[in-house]
């Protein structure tokens, strides 16, 4: 059936719509124009979805692995088939540019395809004449998906694909501030997907409230903040849920002496700002060695001068705006102060009246370490460049956060780059690029930034539980 990406959001509960008398407003971030009412799900629509989802399980886990993959392969084509229409809805609900959009959604359709021929092996672990021992990942049941509101396509694939290839069904719940492209992914596969294998439900935080403590949900895979993420954690305790989290980050990038300033400028202000720094992974903090600080700084500002910020949807636009209110409130909050505190911007730092959750991208020069823009998850177009001469003095530097999510080091020296890379808690380092992902690279944070795995076969397992099964041969005599 002919889906209009435009109008008509409405949920996906046993492969029929779901609707609700609630609604929530679904808000286009620079024109600030309410441009949807989206349902918001009860928790008696919840327990539909989740009865759905336990009903479609036998039938799901029991189908050939082959079968599981091609479906989801097919959720790739189905993707692909309507890209142009989620690219301009995503754009008018998250805000990035055409660029930004064209990578997600393209990103999407790769992941389905790839995570498509993951497959996890049988382990004989013993093959003798008394006995075989073999060790067998089965799935879970219902897995609770809950996302975030930067990369609400591209997020909710990295949960779908593995989950769905596992053999567990699924209840996915996007961001209340991003619900409609994934309602759309929804309605576009209610034709693919056996009814209850995916149900989508929009709601308010409440909703991922009801399914952390939903006693029918088996696992939970959340990204999101780390505020979130533990009371998740707490909440999952109440049936022993499995849970993978994806958590915020405040990653460094350490910028070695032997650099070629002009050459790195553009990638490292990409590192940073991509999607307006609404990036778990954006390089949040700059470290520069002090021999190359000055031109480095110079050749920043001068190409950040170049990049425009705008309504996404105009051609010419390099980054939207803040994704929503609370978020922009947030965000002026460091702005004022920094200002307050003397830190010098090297461009940006105020934000104008006008319409849209529009930040200019701002660079601080050299602030202080315990500043809250060098301690802070900004999650908005905010970058601190830091000075230092010291290798140890950078790697502890470096680690001083409560997050590990990611992490950069830039150097034409690769002996010594990766003995920095090793020294830093980290999940993810780059060296000389960074957010290279692949649905065949494990992903996932250290310290507070996250528990468990996306991406890789080891991401694929936390989607199942690990099953031995012990054979006695049975001696030919004892036989009848
Ligand atoms: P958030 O934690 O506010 O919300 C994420 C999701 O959790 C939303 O769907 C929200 O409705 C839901 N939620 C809120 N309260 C809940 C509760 N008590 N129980 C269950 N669900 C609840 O995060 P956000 O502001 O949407 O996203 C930004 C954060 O996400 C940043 O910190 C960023 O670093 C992080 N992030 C991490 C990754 C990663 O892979 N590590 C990727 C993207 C974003």
């Known amino acids: 059936m002919p889906v209009n990406f435009f109008d008509d959001y409405t949920m996906t509960i046993d492969g029929r719509a779901g609707v609700s008398a609630a609604t929530i407003e679904a808000i286009n971030p620079a024109t600030e124009e309410v441009i949807a009412q989206v349902p918001d799900a009860s928790r008696a629509q919840l327990d539909e979805a989740v009865d759905a989802a336990r009903r479609a399980f036998p039938a799901w886990s029991a189908r050939p ?73 089965v799935p879970l049941g219902v897995v609770g998906g809950i996302t975030p509101w930067n990369f609400p396509v591209l997020l909710a694939i990295w949960k779908i694909a593995p989950a769905l290839v596992a053999g567990n069904t699924m209840v996915l719940k996007p961001s209340p501030y991003t619900p409609l492209c994934t309602l759309k992914l929804g309605e576009i596969l209610r034709d693919i997907l056996p009814a209850g294998v995916l149900n989508i439900v929009s709601g308010g935080n409440d909703l991922g409230a009801w399914m952390t403590g939903h006693p029918g949900i088996a696992k939970v895979s959340f990204t999101g903040s780390t505020a979130t993420g533990r009371k998740i954690m707490e909440s999952s305790a109440s049936n022993l849920k499995r849970i993978t989290l994806e958590l915020g980050g405040n990653d460094p990038a350490i910028v070695l002496p032997d650099v070629d300033p002009a050459k790195v400028a553009q990638e490292l202000f990409w590192a940073a700002f991509q999607n307006s720094a609404q990036f778990c992974v954006a390089a949040k903090r700059l470290y520069v060695h002090a021999d190359v600080y000055d031109e480095l700084r110079d050749a920043l500002v001068d190409y950040a001068k170049t990049v425009k910020v705008g309504d996404g949807a105009e051609q010419g636009t390099d980054l939207g705006p803040i994704q929503n209110r609370m978020q922009f409130e947030k965000v002026k909050d460091l702005l004022v102060d920094a200002k307050a505190s003397g830190l010098k911007a090297l461009i940006g730092g105020e934000v104008e009246d006008g319409t849209g959750f529009f930040v200019p991208v701002t660079i601080y020069d050299n602030p202080p370490e315990d500043s809250r823009v060098v301690r802070e998850e900004a999650f908005g177009p905010i970058l601190p460049l830091l000075k230092f001469d010291d290798l140890e003095d950078v790697v502890a530097r470096a680690n001083d956060t409560e997050y590990g999510l990611a992490a950069s080091v830039w150097s034409n020296d690769s002996q010594k780059a990766k003995e920095i890379a090793s020294r830093i808690e980290a999940g993810t380092v780059w060296i000389n690029e960074i957010h290279s992902f692949s649905p065949h690279v494990a992903f996932g944070g250290h310290k507070q930034s996250g528990v468990g795995i996306e991406n890789s076969l080891e991401g694929l397992a936390e989607y199942t539980n690990s099953q031995t099964i012990v054979t006695r041969r049975v001696p030919a005599s004892s036989g009848a």
């Open 65 to 137: 692995v082959a079968e599981r993959q091609a479906f989801v392969s097919k959720i790739g084509d189905a993707i692909e088939a309507h890209a142009e229409d989620f690219m301009r809805l995503l754009t008018r609900e998250q805000g990035k540019a055409r660029a930004g959009a064209e990578w997600e959604i393209g990103g999407s359709v790769i992941w389905c395809r790839e995570i498509a021929k993951q497959e996890l092996p049988l382990h004989v672990v013993e093959e003798s004449d008394d006995r075989t021992v073999e060790t067998r990942r």
